[in-house]
């Protein structure tokens, strides 16, 4: 006798949509071609854990924890893959003859609906190597050499704004949150290389209106890209953006259009960025809205990123006094006088980049390179690198956890006797690896060294009790939410600056 179950269109609709997430999940888990990947089985079932660790700023730290119990190879996604091994640096981000690259994932990477594209938006492997092949001019070493004047006044000029906090209380010392001085002095550096202009940070001690917006929008900015893994979501989200939000985005932007014009109108030669973009008949080598575009990225990318390495790196120093104490020896004892602290004298000084070193392994500007598509063969399936689970790797590193910049002097990779003998450097890779390798890591490196030499042959540096900070206990967005790193500064006496 068979049984006839009748069901009216609307509930057998009704039941197919209840049926359907719970028939995803099942394939996700035991019929999707990753289901062998190692990983925590509610994240390879449903997206809503990656969104949620997102969102709540702990993803960097869920993937280190994941890392850790899985292995090097992580299924965090039903359909994505992260990697925690050396080796996937160049797998994933160097090209390799008559093999096809692996491009951006367009749903991090590709630009907004009418919007140019910017060099970092630029998915296409030619399109983004024109675009780069034109501003590379501006981010050589020689290019550096006539630029460093400029990068010395704004360090300079830091040194002074903290020097007088020092001389105001009366004792020649004071307690000052880092964090923001950094920024100031990187955004006033790029200002002036990329317009010609500083966005006056220094000059007025208090961030620029563009630059408060911009870290305002960090956050927001996760949740925009957790709606982008659901497009009905996102439709709707997106129509919900209020008329005011639309206009601090469009001002926010028109800032750097204005700032880029006033560039272009200026007829005078200097050795800024934007000078190898103009022809001697002035005209621009690449469209205007692609030159704003990303012009716009590079100021992000081109200031907040070192700031970041600056202020994990004193962090560290100042909680080390071993290290610190080593560090002092060494720039004291380099230079004669404040003046004569150059970028040429502060390259090559072993100590002081062993630091920067450390401070890039322990504290990546960019914890967790955003995903590439394995080509073809590989199912387009999302693929990532966890720099800071990597970095942090105790099979990899010893004593992964300290900062300890010993393990990158020259004895420690050439005395088999070190502790630190066996350390996988070639796993460190803050700047990336591969034809889309950070454009300005020269001038990343000038100020990091020139900063941190400058600052230690001043002043006396030091934690203060109570208020020190864990750099394992910043969460990261699609930056690092960093908090104030608070030091004690005393002006040294025979500074002389």
């Known amino acids: 006798m068979m049984i006839q179950i009748s069901l009216s269109p609307w509930t057998a609709t009704l039941l197919a949509i209840l049926a359907y997430p719970i028939i995803r999940i099942i394939h996700n888990l035991y019929f999707h071609p990753l289901s062998r990947i190692p990983g925590p089985r509610s994240w390879a079932a449903s997206r809503l854990p990656f969104i949620g660790a997102l969102i709540r700023g702990t993803i960097v730290h869920d993937f280190q924890r994941l890392h850790a119990e899985y292995g ?12 925690a091994a050396a080796d996937a640096w160049t797998d994933i981000f160097q090209t390799r003859p008559d ?12 630009r907004q609906p009418g919007h140019p594209d910017s060099l970092l938006s630029a998915i296409n492997p030619d399109k983004h190597a024109h675009m780069r092949r034109l501003l590379s001019p501006g981010f050589t070493p020689r290019a550096l050499r006539a630029q460093e004047p400029f990068v010395q ?12 906090l020092a001389k105001d ?12 001085w950094f920024n100031y002095t990187t955004f006033d550096i790029f200002g002036d290389l990329g317009f010609g202009e500083s966005f006056d940070c220094l000059q007025h001690s208090r961030y620029h209106p563009w630059i408060a917006i911009l870290f305002n929008s960090v956050k927001a900015a996760s949740f925009v890209i957790s709606a982008r893994f659901y497009p009905l979501i996102q439709f709707v989200l997106l129509k919900c953006i209020p008329p005011s939000l639309r206009k601090v985005q469009r001002d926010h932007f028109q800032q750097i259009v204005d700032k880029v014009q006033r560039r272009l109108s200026w007829e005078l030669q200097r050795p800024d960025f934007m000078s190898h973009l103009i022809d001697k008949n002035g005209e621009l080598a690449l469209p205007i809205g692609e030159l704003n575009a990303t012009f716009m990225i590079l100021t992000t990318a081109g200031s907040e990123t070192t700031a970041t390495a600056l202020t994990g790196t004193l962090n560290y120093l100042a909680n080390e006094r071993p ?6 020896e060494e720039i004291r004892g380099a230079f004669k006088s404040f003046e004569s602290i150059t970028l040429d004298a502060v390259r090559n000084l072993p100590f002081l980049n062993a630091v920067i070193h450390e401070g890039l392994r322990l504290c990546p500007p960019v914890p967790w390179m955003l995903p590439r598509l394995v080509p073809e063969g590989g199912s387009m399936t999302p693929v990532s690198i966890q720099a800071y689970a990597l970095n942090r790797d105790p099979n990899l590193f010893y004593k992964s956890s300290s900062f300890l910049p010993e393990r990158w002097l020259p004895r420690a990779a050439s005395d088999p006797t070190s502790p630190f003998f066996h350390d996988e450097r070639r796993a460190v890779q803050p700047f990336s690896v591969g034809p889309r390798a950070c454009l300005g890591q020269h001038l990343a490196w000038a100020e990091m060294r020139l900063i941190l030499a400058k600052l230690i042959w001043t002043f006396d540096m030091a934690s203060i009790e109570g208020k020190r900070v864990r750099w394992e206990d910043m969460r990261t967005y699609l930056l690092v939410d960093r908090k104030p790193v608070n030091v004690r500064i005393t002006l040294r006496e025979g500074a002389g600056v």
């Not at 360090?155 to 007088?164: A, K, P, S, T, Y």
């Not at 209380?169 to 923001?180: K, L, R, Y």
């Open 72 to 83: 090097p190879v992580v299924r965090i996604a039903p359909n994505e893959v992260t990697f």
């Open 99 to 110: 093999q096809p690259q692996f491009l951006k994932d367009p749903l991090w990477w590709a």
């Open 153 to 164: 006044k704004y360090v300079n000029l830091l040194v002074e704004r903290l020097q007088d």
């Open 169 to 180: 209380t009366g004792v020649g010392s004071a307690e000052v949150d880092m964090t923001p």
């Open 323 to 328: 290290a610190l104490a080593q560090l002092e």
